[in-house]
């Protein structure tokens, strides 16, 4: 049914102060952060992002009242509209309905494959003992233009929120699925649902193979292969801080929802253990290999600490591992963000650890056999972003939008990344490890290191390659005071010998 009457769509308008926000070029990274002058924003709850046809952002999150303590019914959905340059265009607030929202539920937010200019943002919600699906859309303009609730299923026991889960398939419908049972004495059932981008319902179907005994703790669901078409779903009936050496089961499903294969994985080994949560850590390659990240746990017995990192893995169609790495060991829990970004033979992965600074941001781009090909930090004293999405845009830049946990109020962020190194084969292997701020610089340029970096050299040449400054000292602060606005070329010397040059700029 259609409840566009149900509920009060509000602009937020820009030059009334509601919305502030800063941009930030930090070396070749365009930062735009948002925060809302009368509300908190939820952490750790969407902030998806979608890229509109007129190469602008759009990015979402659901807004609290400022102060709130514990959890309290949202203000709303916030949407922001931003350029390439970092300028805010717009914004649009879906006002909170204590009925028809859910602010905890697995959400969707993606393009619609048949409009490009129009973006939909999808989820489940639960009314007494009805599961309902909702779907808002609006258009690139962030201009509403419609609201769609219907029922899904009925069940006196529904799985909790995180047994709902969907994904939207290559130019096609969304695929969801959740998780009830009908009789206390039964199992869990699984469904799946294939629903079109304008709001139809086209199947319903459930999938005997897949039942749950006990309380499912963790799934996903995602796409396995695009031709032929199949999807995939993962899940696990034990809690993730037992050592048990519990299964995880992954189901190969074609596109009837069918189960073609069934796959059981077993992390536990000894002293090395990965964890059981594989959210949005399942990420297809090609049609001959996928990716697996996840955390992984390895107990020295000499010094009785736990050390932790993140392990990816490629693996054929066959689950068979062809290569695997390990990244950021460290005794500090480093965090993956929720999505690898898949560019042809180009792997990015990131993930958060707290080695030098809280939530320092790592990004790293690999080759098809997980070599590393360059590595950027992003390092801010005032800042303590938890990044949570990422994705490869249309020009190849790469995204990261990231929630703020710690201010008051606090902001959400997105990141811009422009991958220049476009003759890489002819450079060789480069890791950048260090990141530097602000570009344009007035007078004083910041650069914060990796923890097992020394720089031993800074040196500062026009274009015509004139040397014409040289630091020995003080690597944490390039003084360009008194230097002709215009380009510099930076380069930075290591204690190994290796040398990194950056353009800069003098204001």
Not at 102 to 118: G, I, T, V
Not at 124 to 137: A, H, K
Not at 345 to 355: F, H, W
């Amino acid at each position: 049914m259609n409840t566009a009457s149900l509920h009060l769509m509000k602009k937020t308008l820009l030059f009334l102060g509601i919305l502030t926000f800063a941009g930030l070029a930090k070396g070749q990274e365009i930062v735009t952060e948002f925060s809302h002058s009368n509300g908190q924003f939820l952490t750790g709850v969407d902030l998806k992002f979608v890229e509109t046809t007129d190469k602008c952002l759009v990015v979402e999150s659901w807004l609290a009242p400022e102060y709130a303590p514990g959890i309290v019914s949202p203000i709303g959905k916030m949407f922001y509209k931003f350029s390439a340059d970092g300028i805010v265009r717009d914004s649009l607030l879906f006002e909170y309905d204590s009925v028809y929202d859910d602010h905890s539920a697995a959400a969707l937010f993606e393009r619609d494959p048949e409009h490009p200019d129009h973006f939909v943002y999808a989820n489940f919600l639960v009314i007494d003992d009805t599961l309902y699906f909702r779907m808002r859309t609006i258009d690139t303009y962030l201009n509403y233009i419609g609201d769609t609730i219907f029922e899904i299923d009925h069940s006196t026991e529904l799985f909790p929120y995180y047994s709902y889960d969907l994904f939207s398939e290559p130019n096609g419908d969304i695929i969801a699925s959740y998780s009830i049972k009908d009789d206390p004495n039964e199992t869990f059932m699984t469904y799946f649902l294939r629903i079109g981008f304008d709001g139809t319902l086209k199947s319903r179907t459930e999938v005997p193979q897949i039942r749950y005994f006990d309380m499912l703790m963790e799934k996903h669901t995602g796409m396995f292969n695009e031709f032929p078409v199949q999807y995939c779903y993962w899940g696990s009936n034990h809690a993730s801080d037992t050592h048990d050496n519990p299964p995880y089961r992954l189901y190969v499903l074609d596109n009837l929802f069918n189960v073609v294969e069934e796959k059981c994985f077993y992390f536990y080994q000894g002293i090395h253990w990965y964890t059981h949560n594989w959210n949005d850590q399942f990420v297809p390659v090609d049609d001959q290999h996928y990716l697996l990240v996840n955390k992984y746990y390895e107990y020295d017995p000499q010094t009785s600490y736990t050390y932790s990192s993140i392990i990816l893995e490629k693996r054929n169609r066959q689950h068979m591992r062809q290569v695997s790495a390990l990244f950021g060991r460290s005794l500090y829990f480093p965090e993956a963000i929720r999505a690898i970004a898949i560019d042809g033979n180009t792997i990015y992965l990131s993930y958060m650890t707290n080695v030098v600074a809280p939530n320092h941001l790592v990004l790293l781009r690999l080759d098809g056999d997980l070599n590393i090909q360059w590595e950027r930090h992003f390092l801010s004293e005032d800042t303590f972003h938890h990044a949570i999405n990422m994705k490869v845009l249309d020009d190849g830049s790469i995204a990261v939008s990231s929630f703020d946990a710690f201010a008051f109020p606090n902001s959400i962020s997105v990141v811009v990344i422009k991958d220049n190194y476009d003759n890489l084969e002819e450079m060789g292997i480069l890791v950048r490890p260090y990141n530097y701020y602000p570009n344009p610089a007035q007078d004083n340029l910041h650069l914060h290191y990796s923890p097992d970096v020394k720089p031993t050299r800074i040196d500062l040449y026009d274009l015509q390659g004139h040397l014409i400054h040289t630091q020995n000292q003080d690597f944490d602060c390039l003084n360009m005071n008194g230097l002709a606005a215009g380009q510099y070329l930076m380069k930075v010397t290591l204690e190994d010998g290796k040398s990194f040059t950056d353009k800069v700029v003098k204001e």
